[in-house]
C-alpha cells in the first residue's frame, strides 16, 4: 500500500507499489521474497502464473516467506468481511495451498495457525517456508 511503501521510504529502504501481475525484475534477482497477507487476494485462476514469476525472481537457493488466511474453500467477495467495502479473498484448504505452491517450490515449513478457537466458519492462518524448485515447474 502506498503508506507502507511511504514507511519503508523514510526508514531509507528501497519500496515502491507495486502488482504482483507486473513485477519487472530480472531472473536471480533476489535472495529472498516475503508476501504477507497479499496473495489471498489473487483470483485462482492467477495465482500460479504470479507464483511462477515470483519463483523465477529468486536466487536458486533462495527463501520465499508466503503467508495467508485459509482453511476454507471459496473465491469470492468474503461474505464474513467486516471492512467496508469487502474484499475479494481466495482461501484454499490446507492441502490445496501446499499443491498450488509445490508446483514452482519445496515446501520447507508449513504451519496451521488457528486465530479463532473453536469457530469453523473462520479461515485459519497458513505459514509457509518455501524454496524454489529446479527447472520448470511440474
Avoid at 515502491?16 to 489473487?42: E, I, M, R, W
Avoid at 503467508?67 to 475479494?88: A, C, K, T
Avoid at 478457537?117 to 524454489?132: A, D, Y
Wanted: with cysteine; net charge negative; hydrophobic share 40%.
Amino acid at each position: 500500500s502506498p503508506e507502507m511503501v511511504k514507511l519503508c521510504q523514510a526508514k531509507g529502504l528501497n519500496a515502491q507499489v507495486a502488482d504482483f501481475a507486473q513485477l519487472n525484475f530480472p531472473a536471480a534477482s533476489f535472495d529472498s521474497l516475503y508476501a504477507l497477507n497479499c496473495l489471498l487476494h489473487v483470483p485462482k485462476q492467477t495465482l500460479p502464473e504470479i507464483l511462477h514469476q515470483l519463483k523465477m525472481m529468486l536466487k536458486r537457493d533462495g527463501l520465499f516467506y508466503m503467508g495467508v488466511y485459509g482453511g476454507l474453500e471459496s473465491e469470492g467477495i468474503w461474505e464474513d468481511d467486516p471492512h467496508r467495502p469487502q474484499r475479494f479473498f481466495a482461501f484454499y484448504n490446507d492441502e490445496q495451498i501446499q499443491e498450488v505452491v509445490g508446483r514452482w517450490f519445496e515446501v520447507l515449513y508449513f504451519q496451521r495457525i488457528v486465530v479463532d478457537q473453536g469457530v469453523e466458519s473462520r479461515p485459519h492462518f497458513q505459514s509457509m517456508i518455501l524454496r524454489p524448485l529446479e527447472g520448470m515447474s511440474k
